[in-house]
């Protein structure tokens, strides 16, 4: 079985934030844009954690609608 990436990407002005994550880790993910937020060191702001986190989700139900397949009618 091949293993799948997701990929978030956050540009702000001069800086990015990429975060490469399979759909086993994305709890770590999350925890990780909390983690972030929280810095004070950092630009990136709570928003922009939770619109992360939100796609991350919004990723996670797109790559279950593919796992499963349809269901036959039949």
């Known amino acids: ?11 702000k002005g001069e800086e990015r934030y990429v975060f490469i994550y399979d759909d086993d880790s994305r709890a770590e993910l999350i925890d990780a844009l909390r983690d972030q937020a929280a810095d004070p060191g950092l630009t990136l702001t709570w928003f922009d954690a939770a ?8 990723q996670g139900i797109a790559n279950l609608a593919k796992e499963k397949p349809a269901r036959n009618r039949i």
Do not use: P, Y
């Open 51 to 58: 619109v992360l986190t939100e796609k991350a989700r919004e």
């Open 1 to 11: 079985m091949q293993r799948e990436f997701n990929i978030l990407a956050l540009i």
